[in-house]
């Protein structure tokens, strides 16, 4: 259940997992996404990390709370989160994969091609 | 207490954890005849947080915690918790639990019974949450405490240590006897209980990447001395590995203290004292050497080796 760590502080793992929810529309705008106590539970994770992993979320205007109530996902929440990632899809993605690609003697033309036919 | 008292406790939070102001601990040493345990212990234990107290076997962890809470005589040094002395005293001693696994009970005692008794001792006792966490871990509440299987033990005095709120919760390697099944229920448990009655615990186990999630703060113990007192984040970055072929590992480790190597054919990978630099990133990666990120337990196994052959030899 424990998130993985790849080095990462968990705070920074937890809150990826939950914008990934909140990209795959498991939890969508305005709906409420799990306590702090309910993710500490359910990740068996410490309660202050919980609330961090939250807390970076509200910081990035993903989400919102709404005193007494609980932590929603903010309306622009979901564009919020891809134009983040659209920034970072470079270095998480196209880097290593042009460094792989290297390594195993393909050619720009080569990578075109697959990423064509992995292309719907 | 009744239990409407605590009822209201559950919705409006922890008026007794109001003015926690942790565990102070200054130039603490304990000797057992020639045995020097604890040498010069300064640390301090901040409130609201789950401290990981962490080393090998016969470092003093256990020691340390019975020092505290005055089970074991000091020799010399201080000793503060909410800014008191524990010798004692009362009044800071109720506001304290100590479990371990090998705790001792009366030969008459059982679960049931001690679940009546205990809420004498502890007065943020939560009598909900003992019934809830016996039922789940399938405490037999009528068998005598003394026949119960190691891990029926390890349940009844994590049912103790949880279910007794105390601000200051001491568990020394509370869950050995767990199978996984167990231990996960323990933490999911624990993580609860934190959430819901923030509390200061102090925490032992060798379990340690089970439990690192839980915890916030580490306090490592190396023959009797604390080497590491950190944020578990900055704790992990106390230490690196570096991984490569021989020569190059070599000459990029430096002059740095290398806790622990391992050698796989022609690869050789060491655990250095020390954080890594941007430096060491780029050098490593022009010489196709990876730095890795050490994992607590790695961290402890590393120092705690060396503390190990450091006592062999006789130092």
Not at chain 1, 71 to 96: H, M, S, W, Y
Not at chain 2, 121 to 145: H, K
Not at chain 2, 148 to 167: C, E, F, Y
């Amino acid at each position: 259940m424990t998130p993985r760590h790849d080095g990462r502080p968990i705070f920074m793992v937890l809150a990826d997992q939950i914008a990934d929810d909140i990209l795959q529309g498991n939890y969508p705008v305005d709906s409420a996404v799990p306590s702090t106590n309910e993710l500490a539970a359910f990740y068996r994770i410490n309660p202050a990390t919980a609330g961090k992993a939250l807390g970076r979320l509200v910081d990035q205007g993903v989400l919102a709370r709404r005193r007494g109530i609980g932590t929603f996902v903010a309306a622009d929440g979901p564009e919020i989160l891809r134009e983040e990632r659209r920034k970072a899809f470079n270095e998480d993605f196209i880097r290593p994969a042009v460094a792989e690609a290297q390594r195993l003697g393909l050619s720009l033309d080569d990578m075109v091609a697959l990423i064509r036919k992995d292309t719907p | 207490m009744s239990s409407q008292t605590l009822q209201a406790d559950h919705r409006t939070g922890t008026p007794w954890d109001t003015g926690q102001q942790g565990i102070r601990i200054r130039n603490l040493n304990k000797s057992f005849g020639k045995k020097h345990v604890l040498k010069d212990v300064t640390v301090d234990f901040a409130p609201h947080r789950v401290h990981g107290l962490l080393g090998a076997n016969g470092v003093g962890k256990t020691t340390l915690m019975s020092v505290i809470l005055n089970h074991t005589f000091r020799s010399s040094g201080e000793i503060l918790i909410d800014g008191e002395d524990p010798r004692e005293n009362a009044k800071v001693l109720e506001r304290t639990c100590f479990i371990h696994e090998d705790q001792k009970f009366h030969d008459d005692d059982t679960p049931a019974s001690l679940l009546r008794i205990l809420p004498t001792f502890y007065p943020n006792w939560d009598a909900q949450l003992a019934e809830r966490l016996a039922s789940r871990f399938q405490l037999p509440m009528g068998t005598r405490a003394v026949k119960l299987s190691r891990g029926q033990r390890s349940a009844l005095v994590i049912v103790i240590a949880l279910s007794s709120r105390a601000p200051y919760t001491f568990m020394d390697e509370p869950y050995l006897g767990l199978d996984p099944g167990h231990r996960a229920l323990f933490y999911e448990e624990f993580a609860r209980a934190m959430a819901e009655h923030p509390r200061t615990v102090i925490l032992s186990t060798h379990l340690i990447d089970e439990v690192s999630d839980l915890l916030e703060n580490v306090v490592m113990l190396e023959d009797g001395r604390v080497t590491v007192d950190a944020d578990i984040d900055h704790a992990r970055d106390s230490a690196f590995v570096l991984r490569g072929l021989e020569p190059v590992v070599r000459e990029l480790a430096g002059g740095r203290r290398i806790l622990r190597e391992h050698r796989l054919g022609n690869i050789l990978s060491v655990t250095v004292d020390g954080t890594a630099t941007d430096g060491d990133h780029r050098r490593a990666h022009e010489a196709n050497v990876s730095v890795e990120p050490v994992t607590l337990q790695e961290l402890v196994a590393a120092r705690g080796m060396r503390g190990a052959d450091n006592a062999d030899r006789g130092l």
